[in-house]
T-cell receptor, first 116, second 113 residues
Framework: AQKVTQAQTEISVVEKEDVTLDCVYE???????LFWYKQPPSGELVFLIR??????QNEISGRYSWNFQKSTSSFNFTITASQVVDSAVYFC?????????????FGPGTSLSVIP | GAGVSQTPSNKVTEKGKYVELRCDPI?????LYWYRQSLGQGPEFLIY????????DSGLPNDRFFAVRPEGSVSTLKIQRTERGDSAVYLC???????????FGPGTRLLVL
């Protein structure tokens, strides 16, 4: 079975605090992609990052960083020095593709509130 | 450049009616996807097109749902005999090819009364 779990339903932090959003995935496929998307109150899904299953290097982009650990099937997302504009729902997703299909399986999302 | 666009942005209909939701992908993107997002949940895959053909429609919930992409660009999601449970945000995404990142449109909010 393929599944994405985001155990944290809602998180509240005070501005400038660091926050980590957890993501655990399940798949038997050896080739897949992992994503994070941000969905602000406006509703549009904003792409943040894509990693393929063969690249476990951690990535940093400004205040955002991602920790991919295949051994624990996790792809966690950390926001450093959070800002009010970071308030949104964040989705972790798993993309599987073979000859006959290509689909993205989303987690349930984590709602992040950054309080000024 | 222009992103994925979807029309209408909102649609209110009555139970039993037929609706069509339109998606304009990013120009040149060959892969197109439809998802449904219910309140408080993540998007759920419905169907994937590569060019004009539906390569994977395993996510369509039942035969009331149908989607087309006749010229390999614009796609229409069609829902017959709508039910209150169909109320959700319908999201469209496109990618440059099936291995490319999916970029999402703003969605169509469907409300079935």
């Amino acid at each position: 079975a393929q599944k994405v779990t985001q155990a944290q339903t809602e998180i509240s932090v005070v501005e400038k605090e660091d926050v980590t959003l957890d993501c655990v995935y399940e798949t038997r496929d050896t080739t897949y992609y992992l994503f994070w998307y941000k969905q602000p109150p406006s509703g549009e899904l904003v792409f943040l990052i894509r990693r393929n299953s063969f690249d476990e290097q951690n990535e940093i982009s400004g205040r955002y960083s991602w920790n991919f650990q295949k051994s624990t099937s996790s792809f966690n997302f950390t926001i450093t020095a959070s800002q009010v504009v970071d308030s949104a729902v964040y989705f972790c997703a798993l993309e599987l593709f073979k000859t006959s299909y290509d689909k993205v399986i989303f987690g349930p999302g984590t709602s992040l509130s950054v309080i000024p | 450049g222009a992103g994925v666009s979807q029309t209408p942005s909102n649609k209110v209909t009555e139970k039993g009616k037929y609706v069509e939701l339109r998606c304009d992908p990013i120009s040149g993107h060959t892969a197109l996807y439809w998802y449904r997002q219910s309140l408080g949940q993540g998007p759920e895959f419905l169907i994937y097109f590569q060019g004009t053909g539906a390569a994977d429609d395993s996510g369509l919930p039942n035969d009331r749902f149908f989607a087309v992409r006749p010229e390999g660009s614009v796609s229409t999601l069609k829902i017959q005999r709508t039910e209150r449970g169909d109320s959700a945000v319908y999201l469209c995404a496109s990618s440059s090819d099936r291995a490319g990142t999916q970029y999402f449109g703003p969605g169509t909010r469907l409300l079935v009364l």
